[in-house]
């Protein structure tokens, strides 16, 4: 996961499949596993932000989330998922950036500090 893609289509999917897990009363924990910068124009695939009668009703609260916090400054960032908006409510989180090296295919399912 990289901040540069936060907020694309499938952090939408993704982060609306976890609210309906914790609106059925399941507790949620994640590690988010964060990878340097690239300049890659991978994430920018925000574009269904633009077309809200397709995607919006899926979880209007999230797609206003995600629209605003997209049109701000500095808006591609994980924090904004953590924000006291309670985006992810029941939810404990953790975040960890993978050092040049990690081997993901180790099997290792520990967050792990750097």
């Not at 633009?50 to 591609?76: I, K, N, Q, V």
Request: overall charge positive.
């Amino acid at each position: 996961m990289k901040h540069q893609y936060f907020g694309d289509v499938n952090d939408y999917v993704k982060y609306g499949l976890l609210r309906c897990f914790a609106n059925a009363g399941l507790r949620i924990g994640v590690c988010w596993m964060l990878t340097p910068e690239d300049k890659l124009p991978d994430g920018g695939k925000i574009k269904y932000l633009c077309r809200p009668e397709e995607w919006e009703h899926h979880d209007p609260y999230l797609f206003g989330h995600l629209s605003d916090t997209l049109a701000a400054p500095g808006g591609r960032n994980l924090r904004h998922i953590e924000s006291p908006k309670h985006i992810l409510t029941r939810a404990s989180m953790e975040a960890r950036y993978l050092t040049h090296g990690w081997n993901v295919q180790s099997g290792s399912r520990k967050c792990l500090p750097p």
